[in-house]
């Protein structure tokens, strides 16, 4: 009796869990967005099922919940693994973002070949500001993907940033090899109750060791600077059409002075979408920065009509330029 209670009661809780997460037809589930192969077990994939309707719905704990139960169900299960990784990254903090690591190392471990997990550990890596992991992942990536436009824009946005955290290491105003400006003058002053840069100066010639190796980083700057762009027109070769690619190699140009560049990039943006207000405004500065003052204001006039009331208000306003 006891035996054949048990076995009603199995039947009917599979019977919910069917209605609950239903199947696609065919066996294997497969993820609608990615193509890739779920798990085997119909349960697993409709608690998976569920979380990605909580991603849609922005039901982040909830989505995270319902990956977790999956893979308590499946702990094969990659692409749960994978989401519950990404998932974790939705939160925003540190914590969750070393919660992401795991999760996808932990996708990793059944599948290491899995490139786009690999490039979103990468992405993970650089949001944790582990610059080297990141740009050490996208180049082995690199090696079997050379012309994976994701992994490429990533790559380029990283050299990118390096080039504008070596170009705060090089005042290019002191001569023509630049020179490290990264120890500022006033906490110096306050630390070790130096006044005026002269004495800064003989302070760094004279104790340099106490700060390492002083050197010229106008060489790294250059190198991050071609690499960047590099990439990015790896990217425009394969999609001429790449906004992003586009914008960012525009902001490049601009960094190195290369005024007609910048204003070329951002006519081809405005090609692809004419009513582009940030790419009529960049448009203004560069033709600004010619002293084409006649075709910069019909850039900014142009910008001004195609913002919404509150952008145009904060565009007229001096309060961000002006003190009290």
Do not use: C
């Not at 998976?48 to 999956?70: C, H, P």
């Not at 893979?71 to 519950?84: G, P, T, V, Y």
């Not at 990533?154 to 080039?163: E, T």
């Not at 990015?232 to 902001?251: G, K, T």
């Amino acid at each position: 009796m006891k035996i054949r209670f048990l076995f009603i009661l199995l039947f009917f809780n599979l019977l919910f869990f069917s209605q609950l997460f239903p199947l696609e037809k065919g066996g294997i589930e497969k993820s609608d967005s990615t193509g890739v192969v779920l798990s085997e077990n119909q349960f697993s994939v409709g608690l998976y099922n569920r979380g990605m309707e909580f991603l849609k719905a922005d039901s982040i704990d909830a989505a995270i919940k319902a990956f977790k139960r999956a893979i308590r169900i499946d702990k094969k299960f990659i692409e749960a693994h994978h989401q519950l990784g990404m998932t974790y990254v939705e939160k925003g903090t540190i914590y969750h973002r070393m919660k992401a690591v795991r999760a996808l190392r932990e996708a990793l471990f059944w599948d290491r070949k899995n490139f786009q997990i690999q490039l979103d550990l990468g992405k993970v890596y650089l949001l944790q500001n582990f610059r080297y992991n990141a740009k050490k992942k996208f180049n082995w990536l690199r090696k079997t993907n050379p012309n994976n436009i994701e992994l490429l824009l990533a790559l380029a946005k990283l050299y990118q940033d390096d080039v504008e955290y070596y170009q705060n290491m090089v005042n290019t105003f002191m001569d023509d090899r630049g020179a490290l400006t990264f120890v500022d003058a006033n906490l110096l002053s306050n630390i070790f109750d130096y006044t005026g840069p002269a004495d800064v100066k003989r302070f760094i010639r004279d104790r340099d060791e106490l700060f390492g190796q002083f050197q010229d980083y106008t060489s790294y700057l250059q190198k991050d600077f071609a690499e960047a762009a590099n990439a990015y027109i790896q990217v425009l070769n394969l999609d001429p059409e790449n906004r992003e690619a586009l914008y960012q190699l525009s902001l490049l140009a601009f960094t190195a002075g290369m005024i007609p560049d910048f204003i070329r990039f951002q006519k081809r943006l405005l090609e692809l979408d004419p009513d582009d207000k940030d790419a009529h405004l960049f448009l203004g500065l560069g033709y600004h920065k010619l002293k084409n003052y006649d075709i910069a204001y019909k850039e900014f006039e142009i910008a001004k009509s195609l913002m919404e009331s509150d952008e145009l208000a904060v565009f007229n306003s001096i309060d961000h330029i002006v003190p009290d």
